[in-house]
């Protein structure tokens, strides 16, 4: 009898100190984020397979205390205490390499930390049902018990999200279970046309969960950078911001990004997926129009061809099967009816590229019978034009408020019309419009002040035009500071040198 007094003593004093060098290891704040030498990240690696033993003794543990609560005379009580004291052994064991992992291998995000906590929480717990087990009163025992199941739990949902990410479990959840979680439901892509895609949202943010969230995200925050969300991707990290509005070289996401795959400081690192050329050139022109939260695609600046190429891509693979079958059939019925117009009226109409939406209009084979009546035969598909060439027809100034529904157009040549400019005001309605030629014209100094109302243009031809009082042309360019406006006053040699000096630039 005083042999198991002694014993019990023996087993409550060594789970008193088995408590207080648990209670000081998880205040004490071992994990510094260094990654250190091989032995602890050798030892540390068995914490994934010793971690499942805890699970199971636990469970192990529960069914036998309720077997045996039930049936207190059983034979199955008798063998609770030997279940205890493994449950004990597995508990503090996968404490042990779960602290070897975290510190050999520098790991020491919020979720690590709590993690951690939890796991040296619930082996304090089942060393102390080891202790209350000796007590004659059960009461506290089955308290702590519950307690340690409840713990259990929880600490292995946050080991599994930190292997696998934290919404491993529930990433295919049901939707209605989504909503009862409170988690995000994936919402369905409304956008019906790619112009209407965001970019942050559609195209820059996957992009980022695909390659580079797992690292950088509020859990695992690497070189202090969180790409979860759009603030995080201005905050930046140690290094300072990763994405500069309009200026790509600043931004260090891109750099890093760029750099040789061999690099040191390339990311993706470990040899994950480089991103593609597509994908990078896409990144470069969101940040170069000025890295924007919310502007849809139409409305940022004209995308390179590779960007273009790439954002239909995902476009195409965003909407639904049914969606896209709409929009092939909505394509065809373009094509076939621009075709018979073309057919009809002589009229050269042309996709801007195989496939593509966008078309160009040029219509000198028809020149002499294109009036502002045949434009109108136009203006239902109006969406489609980006370019057109109206050149030496007999188009007016009545004409110019169609042309004011050509609201894709960027390059419009009015040259040799009979227009003489006093509703060309109208066409402020294009925003894309960059281009406008009127060569030839009657335009004279009257038009100014209509002219002067297209401040989105680029270029503006008025060579060969009675629009040549040294004032009014002041005045005109003073209204449109960026546009280069090309007059017969100012055509010089200087011009033409300039000229060639860019094509050489380009080439
Ligand atoms: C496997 C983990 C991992 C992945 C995936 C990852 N990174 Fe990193 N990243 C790191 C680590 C670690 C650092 C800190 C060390 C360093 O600066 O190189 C870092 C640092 C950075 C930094 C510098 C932050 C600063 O201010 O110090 C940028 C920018 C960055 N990553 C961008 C990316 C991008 C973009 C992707 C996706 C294409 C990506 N990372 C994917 C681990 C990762």
């Not at 408590?19 to 984020?33: E, H, R």
């Not at 070897?100 to 979720?111: C, I, Q, S, T, V």
């Not at 112009?195 to 925050?221: A, G, T, Y």
């Not at 109409?349 to 045949?374: C, K, L, S, W, Y």
Request: hydrophobic share 45%; proline share 5%; with cysteine.
């Amino acid at each position: 009898m005083a042999e198991k007094k002694g014993s019990i003593l023996a087993v409550q004093l060594l789970g008193g100190l088995c408590m207080v060098v648990l209670w000081w290891l998880s205040g004490y704040g071992l994990l510094d984020g260094e990654p250190q030498d091989t032995l602890w990240r050798f030892l540390g690696r068995f914490h994934p397979v010793v971690l499942h033993l805890p699970i199971g003794m636990l469970v192990l543990l529960l069914v036998l205390e309720f077997m045996g609560l039930r049936r207190p005379d059983s034979k199955v009580s008798e063998l609770i205490p030997l279940v205890l004291g493994v449950t004990i052994a597995v508990t503090l064991l996968a404490v042990a390499t779960g602290t070897m992992l975290a510190y050999g291998e520098g790991a020491d995000e919020p979720l690590v930390q709590d993690h951690m906590r939890n796991g040296i929480w619930l082996a304090m717990a089942t060393v102390m049902l080891g202790v209350l087990r000796t007590l004659p009163s059960r009461g506290t025992y089955y308290l702590v018990l519950l307690a340690a199941g409840a713990l259990m739990v929880i600490t292995s949902h946050q080991g599994g999200s930190i292997t696998h990410g934290r919404d491993y479990l529930t990433e295919y959840a049901p939707e209605p279970l989504r909503r009862l979680l409170g988690l995000e439901v994936e919402e369905e892509v409304t956008a019906a046309r790619v112009e209407d895609l965001v970019v942050f949202e559609h195209l820059v943010q996957p992009i980022m969960e695909q390659n580079c969230v797992s690292c950088h995200n509020p859990d695992k925050l690497k070189g202090e950078l969180n790409l979860e969300t759009f603030s995080g991707h201005l905050a930046g990290g140690e290094l300072g911001p990763a994405v500069v509005p309009f200026d790509v070289d600043a931004s260090e996401l891109l750099f890093r990004i760029t750099l040789p795959e061999d690099d040191e400081e390339f990311m993706p690192p470990d040899e994950k997926t480089p991103l593609n050329e597509e994908e990078i050139s896409l990144l470069a022109w969101w940040i170069a129009q000025g890295a924007s939260a919310d502007q849809t695609v139409g409305a940022l600046g004209p995308m390179p061809a590779q960007v273009d190429d790439y954002v239909t891509s995902v476009f195409k693979q965003m909407i639904t099967p049914e969606e896209r079958a709409r929009l092939e059939d909505a394509q065809r019925e373009l094509y076939a009816t621009l075709a018979s117009i073309r057919a009809e009226y002589g009229i050269l109409i042309q996709p801007v590229e195989a496939g593509a939406d966008e078309f160009t209009i040029e219509t000198h084979a028809v020149r002499n019978a294109f009036d502002d009546g045949m434009l109108k035969l136009l203006e239902p598909h109006a969406r489609s034009f980006v370019a057109a060439d109206l050149s030496g027809t007999r188009l007016t100034d009545g004409g110019v408020s169609s042309l004011a529904n050509f609201v894709q157009l960027r390059s419009l040549n009015l040259s040799r019309t009979e227009l003489v400019g006093s509703t060309l005001g109208e066409l402020a309605a294009l925003p894309d419009l960059e281009s406008l030629n009127l060569y030839g014209t009657k335009i004279d100094g009257a038009a100014v002040e209509q002219l002067g109302q297209l401040t989105q243009l680029k270029q503006l031809f008025l060579t060969q035009t009675p629009l040549e009082d040294a004032e009014a042309l002041e005045q005109l360019r003073q209204a449109l500071p960026n546009c280069d406006v090309q007059t017969t006053a100012q055509i010089s040699p200087l011009t033409e040198a300039d000229k060639t000096a860019k094509s050489y630039e380009s080439s």
